[in-house]
């Protein structure tokens, strides 16, 4: 079954830097599109990075581009997040997901929450 395992979250101060890992499996990680999206407290789900099976092209929010660097290991079937420069506004719990170069699934797992705070 399709398992997707968010990881790498914490409490880091406004500037700092984090880097998220989501272990894959039950899929072919390799072939597939993959997204990071958030969602703050009493806000709706953000969409925030996509990557293609290969990673070589990749997309961001406007309120993240320069500051946010999405990545990929197939050969590990993970997928990362590295980001830096963190904002208050930042604060949410991220998610990986699967999908297409339009659409995401349903995210299905915990999440890694992400508190950027002084």
């Known amino acids: 079954q399709v398992q997707l395992v968010e990881s790498g979250g914490g409490l880091v101060q406004p500037g700092g830097s984090l880097r998220l890992s989501c272990a894959t499996s039950?899929?072919?990680?390799?072939?597939?599109?993959m997204h990071w999206v958030r969602q703050a407290p009493g806000k709706e789900r953000e969409w925030i990075s996509r990557?293609?099976?290969?990673?070589?092209?990749?997309t961001y929010v406007d309120s993240v581009k320069g500051r946010f660097t999405i990545s990929r290991d197939n050969a590990k079937n993970t997928l990362y997040l590295r980001m830096d420069s963190l904002k208050s506004e930042d604060t949410a719990v991220y998610y990986c997901?699967?999908?297409?170069?339009?659409?995401?699934?349903?995210?299905r797992g915990q999440g890694t929450q992400v508190t950027v705070s002084s």
């Open positions: 990557i293609d099976s290969t990673g070589i092209l990749t």
């Open positions: 997901t699967k999908g297409t170069d339009t659409h995401y699934d349903e995210p």
């Open positions: 039950g899929f072919t990680f390799s072939n597939t599109w």
